[in-house]
Structure formats: structure tokens, C-alpha cells
């Protein structure tokens, strides 16, 4: 069975985001002062065939390890949907 599945990959609270902080300052100038702070990421969508849900997870969870995100500066959500 093919699954949708769609990682969200965004920097680690804690660490410095200055892709962030420029779309936020841009934000400002355009008058948009009651937004008080930007992430940026990314949002990976695979098409993966597998058995169930739970191993088309798993598949994206050991890709998102792999490849698609730094675990040293990011942290990944994964949704899977049919």
C-alpha cells in the first residue's frame, strides 16, 4: 500500500534561527508588529509503499535520521496518512 507521508523538519528550539529573525524583521517593517517570532524549516512530503502505517514511519523516521535532518541543529515530526 502507498502512504502519504510528510516530515516537518525545524531547528532545535534552543539554537539561534537567523532565517527566522529575518522574515520577523521583515514582518515589522511591513507593519506587522504583533507576530513576535519566526521558525523556518522545511516540509519533506515521501511516497512511500509499505504494509502498514507504522512501517511507512518507520522508513521516513530511519530517511529523516539519515538524511533529511541534522540532529545536531534540527528535530523532525513525521504524519503519515494514507
Known amino acids: 500500500m502507498n502512504y502519504n507521508v510528510h516530515i516537518d523538519v525545524m531547528p532545535l528550539k534552543d539554537l539561534l534561527d537567523p532565517q527566522g529573525k529575518a522574515v520577523l524583521g521583515g514582518l515589522g ?3 506587522m508588529k504583533s507576530i513576535e517570532d519566526v521558525r523556518i524549516g ?8 509499505a504494509g502498514s502505517p507504522e512501517e511507512a ?10 538524511l533529511l535532518a541534522n540532529p ?5 515530526e513525521i504524519h503519515v496518512q494514507r
Open 42 to 49: 522545511k516540509h519533506i512530503m515521501l511516497q512511500v509503499e
Open 72 to 76: 545536531v541543529m534540527e528535530y523532525f
Open 57 to 66: 514511519k518507520s522508513i521516513a523516521e530511519e530517511a529523516s535520521k539519515k
Open 29 to 31: 517593517n511591513l507593519g
